[in-house]
């Protein structure tokens, strides 16, 4: 079955950089278009960040372009989230998602 493992959250300070991971499994990820998305408190989660399966198209959400940046591993099924000059509003839980499964979420934490 599809598993997502998201890894790499924790707590950063304003400006700081902070590299996400999604490890995929039970579909073959070098086929696949994936997704990052965030859901902040009491907000409706949110689209982050698309790359298609070869990795070479790239789309983000105006909030965060220019400062993250997605990237893949298809020799090991991997979805990475290169987040720079955080701000304190990017503080959220951040899934990988394949189709309309989602992993468990990883929280990123910004402190002003």
């Known amino acids: 079955q599809v598993l997502l493992v998201e890894s790499g959250g924790g707590l950063v300070q304003a400006g700081g950089s902070r590299r996400l991971s999604c490890e995929a499994s039970?579909?073959?990820?070098?086929?696949?278009?994936m997704y990052w998305e965030r859901q902040a408190p009491e907000k409706e989660r949110e689209f982050v960040a698309s790359?298609?399966?070869?990795?070479?198209?790239?789309n983000y959400a105006d909030s965060v372009k220019g400062r993250f940046t997605v990237s893949r591993d298809n020799a090991n099924d991997t979805l990475y989230l290169q987040m720079n000059s955080l701000k304190p509003e990017d503080t959220a839980v951040y899934y990988c998602?394949?189709?309309?499964?989602w992993g468990q979420g990883t929280q990123v934490t910004v402190s002003s």
């Open positions: 039970g579909f073959t990820f070098s086929w696949a278009t």
């Open positions: 790359i298609n399966s070869a990795g070479t198209s790239t």
């Open positions: 998602r394949y189709y309309n499964w």
